[in-house]
């Protein structure tokens, strides 16, 4: 198996896990109305965890990955679902952020989102990486106030 497999299998079972204690995203339908369309945000789930669910640590290691983890992440999204820490719960901007990068993981697939991702990630650090680039100009938008615009619709615009 490929790094890239044993993650995308590793991401599998780790929302597989936690199918009983995640929530729809259709709660957010009027608060997101026209950024995300209600059939998108049914299919989309998020979790809150005490810890952030994380591979084990030696593979992290044997891979150079052990930052990217380490991160004090407030939300970590896994294809359809994210993660998020007790609190980070009531923030919407990062609900919305946490979106764009469910949008992302439809548009390229798991495998090609996690190369991808991997690939900016070491190319241009994570400030600067385009996916979160995209993220976080997406969130500031909508705490803006607009223009609204259809976040998967854009992303499914992309190569
Ligand atoms: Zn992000």
Sequence with gaps: MTMIEIISEWIRLTNQQFVPQRKPCTEFKELFAGYFPEEFLATSYYVIVPQMPVPAYQFLEQHGL???????????????????????????????????????????????????????????????????????????????GGPVVDVPRIIQALK
Excluded at 119 to 144: F, I
């Design 66 to 144: 052990t930052d990217l983890f380490n991160r004090d992440l407030a939300g970590l999204t896994l294809n359809d679902t994210y993660y998020l820490i007790p609190g980070a719960e009531d923030n919407l901007r990062i609900h919305f952020h946490e979106l764009v990068h469910v949008a992302q993981w439809q548009h390229w697939g798991v495998e090609d989102f996690v190369s991808r991702y991997l690939e900016e990630l070491t190319n241009y650090g994570y400030d600067k990486m385009p996916l979160e680039r995209m993220a976080y100009d997406l969130d500031a938008l909508y705490v803006a």
